[in-house]
């Protein structure tokens, strides 16, 4: 079992700042997979970024440049740093982990980011 627990989200104008964080119940340190996730009303969700327990990143070419997923293993905790933010990043964005290769995933509730003037 592990559980996620988003937070850092929020109203926020274009071109400013959030920093999302993910909570983990359990050690990362030897989760295999981490990813932030978004989904927009009437679309369905979407891989933003992810890293592996080697800290190996990936991102969806919508945000490649603006945002930075890391994670810290002494905090349990994954990060997005979200810059440049635009209208179009509004959506929830949920945490989603992959403890070991071919296991599970589990899923946070979600934390809402708006970006709007």
């Known amino acids: 079992q592990v559980q996620l627990v988003e937070s850092g989200g929020g109203l926020v104008q274009p071109g400013g700042s959030l920093r999302l964080s993910c909570a983990a119940s359990?050690?990362?340190?030897?989760?295999?997979?981490m990813a932030w996730y978004r989904q927009a009303p009437g679309k369905q969700r979407e891989l933003v970024a992810s890293?592996?327990?080697?800290?190996?990143?990936n991102y969806a070419d919508s945000v490649k440049g603006r945002f930075t997923i890391s994670r810290d293993n002494a905090k349990n905790t994954v990060y997005l740093q979200m810059n440049s933010l635009k209208p179009e990043d509004t959506a929830v964005y949920f945490c989603?982990?992959?403890?070991?290769?071919?296991?599970?995933?589990?899923w946070g509730q979600g934390t809402q980011v708006t970006v709007s003037s």
């Open positions: 359990v050690s990362i340190f030897n989760i295999y997979f």
């Open positions: 989603n982990a992959r403890r070991i290769r071919f296991g599970p995933s589990y």
């Open positions: 890293i592996t327990s080697g800290d190996s990143t």
